[in-house]
C-alpha cells in the first residue's frame, strides 16, 4: 500500500478561439446540424490557428494548473504529456513545454494512448507522487486533431476538435487521498478501428498524400459498440474495486466521445444523469485532452468540492481503454 497520496493541486485548460460550427461543416461535405446533433450531441469545436499547436495549447494549460495550485514551474519534478498529434515526431511534447516554461533539467516525456492518453499520462503520474518519488507532477493530455483531420470525410471530419487540458499531482500524507485507483488496457487487435497510416509501416509518400491516406481513418460503427462496451464494463470496474455506490460518487467525467454512446452507457447503468458531466456539444471529441479540459470547467464551474469522488472514464485508438478514481 502506498505510504503517499496524489492530490489534484490544480486544473488548466486551453482552446482556440476559432469556432468551427456544424453549419460551417455542411459548406464543406453533405451534412448538416440536424444530422450532426442527433448522432453526436455535437453543435462546435474549436481548431487551432496558424501558430496554435499542440504544444502552445498544452504549455497554457499548464501555466494556468500552475497557478491553480499556487506553484512555479521550478517546483515541478516531472511532466508526463498525453498526445497523438506531437508537435514533432521527436522530440517529444513534453520536452518543448518543459523548455517552455523555463525547464532546462526537468523530466518530460509524451504517452500515446489516443483518446486514454491523459488517463494512461495520469496513472504513470500517480505512481511516481505515491512512491514519494516526486512530489509535484504536471499531467497533460493536448491535441491538435484538426492536423489529421480529413475535411472531405464527412464520417470523421464532424467528430474532432482541437485543446488542452493540465492538472498537478501533489504529495500529500493520506494515502486515502487524491488518485485512489485506475487501471489500463490495451487490445492491439483492434487497431483498424482507429487509426492514422503515416509511419514506419506507411512512409509519407506522394502517392499516400494523393490518395489522402495521411489523414485518420475510423470506422464509426465498430468504435461505436467497443466504446459503449467499455464504458459500463469501467464504471462497474471502478465501482467495485473502490467499493462505490451511486451515491458516494459525485461526478463521472468521461471522454468526450459522442453523446449518444454516453447517453446509452448511463442508462444501462442506472447513473443518474446529473452526475455525468458532458461538454461535446461545444468542443466535441479532443481524443486526450477531453478529460482535463472538462475536469477543469467542472472545477471552475464550482461543481466539485473538497471530498467529492469523481470517476473517470476513457477509450480510444490502440484499441485502449482507462479508467480512475479520484478523491479532491
Avoid at 522530440?91 to 491523459?118: E, H, K, M, W, Y
Avoid at 470496474?237 to 459525485?250: E, G, R
Amino acid at each position: 500500500m502506498s505510504t503517499f497520496g496524489a492530490i489534484i493541486a490544480g486544473t488548466g485548460s486551453a482552446l482556440p478561439s476559432k469556432r468551427l460550427t456544424n453549419d460551417d461543416l455542411a459548406k464543406m461535405v453533405d451534412t448538416n446540424d440536424e444530422w450532426i446533433t442527433q448522432r453526436t450531441g455535437i453543435k462546435e469545436r474549436r481548431i487551432a490557428a496558424e501558430g496554435e499547436t499542440t504544444g502552445t495549447l498544452g504549455l497554457e494549460a499548464a501555466k494556468k494548473a500552475l497557478a491553480a495550485a499556487s506553484l512555479s514551474p521550478k517546483d515541478l519534478d516531472l511532466i508526463v504529456c498525453g498526445t497523438i498529434t506531437p508537435e514533432m515526431t521527436f522530440p517529444s511534447t513534453g520536452c518543448f513545454i518543459a523548455r517552455d516554461l523555463g525547464l532546462n533539467d526537468t523530466p518530460a516525456f509524451d504517452v500515446q494512448a489516443a483518446c486514454s492518453g491523459f488517463l494512461f499520462a495520469l496513472d504513470v503520474g500517480a505512481q511516481y507522487v505515491r512512491s514519494g518519488r516526486h512530489r509535484n507532477v504536471l499531467v497533460l493530455g493536448t491535441e491538435t486533431i484538426s492536423r489529421l483531420t480529413d475535411y472531405t470525410d464527412r464520417g470523421s471530419c464532424i467528430l474532432f476538435g482541437d485543446g488542452a487540458g493540465a492538472v498537478v499531482l501533489q504529495r500529500c500524507d493520506d494515502p486515502d487521498r487524491g488518485w485512489i485507483y485506475g487501471s489500463l488496457h490495451a487490445d492491439g487487435n483492434g487497431s483498424h478501428m482507429l487509426y492514422c497510416p503515416p509511419g514506419s509501416r506507411h512512409p509519407i509518400s506522394k502517392e499516400m498524400i494523393e490518395k489522402r491516406q495521411q489523414y485518420m481513418k475510423i470506422n464509426g460503427r465498430e468504435v461505436y459498440k467497443f466504446a459503449v462496451t467499455r464504458f459500463e464494463e469501467l464504471i462497474t470496474d471502478a465501482m467495485v474495486k473502490c467499493n462505490l455506490t451511486a451515491d458516494k460518487v459525485s461526478m463521472i467525467i468521461p471522454h468526450q466521445v459522442n453523446q449518444r454512446i454516453i447517453d446509452s452507457a448511463i442508462t444501462k447503468l442506472g447513473f443518474p444523469m446529473e452526475k455525468v458531466f458532458v461538454n461535446i456539444e461545444k468542443y466535441g471529441n479532443t481524443s486526450s485532452a477531453s478529460v482535463p479540459i472538462a475536469l477543469d470547467e467542472a472545477m471552475r464551474a464550482g461543481r466539485i468540492k473538497h471530498g467529492d469522488v469523481l470517476i473517470f472514464v476513457a477509450f480510444g485508438a490502440g484499441l485502449t481503454w482507462a479508467n480512475a478514481v479520484v478523491r479532491i
